[in-house]
């Protein structure tokens, strides 16, 4: 399950994370957590796929929970960074929210083995850690709410339920790491920019 | 997180299978799914979750793929059936496409243990029961498709991309079973009444 997120989106994946051991281990845990969930994934197995010992494991991550929190910080970290940098480009609000489901949507099918282990699993963090993503979630949620509350103010959109619909578009953006193929027929791009249509039609944007 | 099963939708959770043994044991299966994974699941723990011993539970089913495929294909068989009642169900395209998106809304925020347990295990059935929910994962696809192809041949749809966006219709829906919560500020039949609000503005729909 490892060639989409090797191949899609960025250069490296989780170049973010050093030294290169701790990086390796945390590719390793996504694929592992990807295919049989979190649950059934020990850190022996995590280690075994980076080609470790589950000693050298135990240098970088305590825990099997403190990796899937290292995933899902970074993966929502990125989803903040997406949003609010679509936010943050300028233009009109239907440009805005165009651009932030266009690269919302091509970071879920780019890597969607991250997206749905940062997605799913939130439940098996600690309480501490869950708290602190959730709240990168609310922030999330609300960049997309306060362009739509934009698009409602300036009357380009025609939105009775704001928060409601907030949920969807973003409800939309991410359910595309659960059906999208790499071998499908639609490239990343090509449903990012459906789904920018697709939304622009939710929010009734004048053309 | 039995809770929402037992309460929402329907009656009786898995009223069509009997003996209650048989029943009970599915019950707990899905329980158990949901909260940890298919993977990290032992037959024994469902057996416990049921009250009953590792052998009563064999009596029922062989292995913990049958359980799988069992909730599988009762889960997927529903999903076809209220689909193709809303389809069936009459009116114009605006009208079917809105009564399909309320009743499959309704179900996946009702039923989620079960939506997400359908939904997300698919790569754990044996390859014949893959295939075979594969195929009725088409055919509810075909009735969704079919009512936007309705729609775009009597004008009331403006839909440039009738495959696309089913695909898009029917994972805003199926998401549901992801984010809702029982505990949250929307009910179900609010959520479907929203949603189907979304989907029409999504085809254009002429009011």
Known sequence: ????????????????????????????????????????TTTRDIAGRAGMSPAALYIHY??????????????HDKALEILSAADAGGGTPSDRLADA????????????????VVQYEIDALSDDH???????????????????RDGV??????????????????SLCIDVARWFNVRGARTPDEV????????????AARK
């Open 192 to 203: 990012g920019a459906l789904y920018a249509d697709l939304v622009l039609r939710m929010v």
């Open 101 to 116: 489901v266009r690269s919302f949507v091509r970071w879920h099918a780019g890597r969607h083995d991250t997206a749905h």
């Open 130 to 148: 869950r708290t602190e993503i959730l709240e990168l979630r609310r922030r999330s949620d609300a960049v997309v709410r306060g362009i739509l």
């Open 62 to 75: 305590k825990t099997k929970e403190e990796l899937l929190h290292r995933i899902s910080r970074i993966g």
């Open 1 to 40: 399950m490892s060639t989409a997120e090797d191949t899609a989106g960025e250069d490296m994946p989780w170049g973010e994370v050093t030294p290169e051991a701790a990086r390796k281990l945390l590719v390793a845990a996504v694929e592992a957590f990807a295919e049989s969930g979190y649950h059934a």
């Open 153 to 170: 103010e300036t009357g380009e959109f025609d939105v009775p339920d704001v928060a409601g619909t907030t949920v969807a578009v973003l």
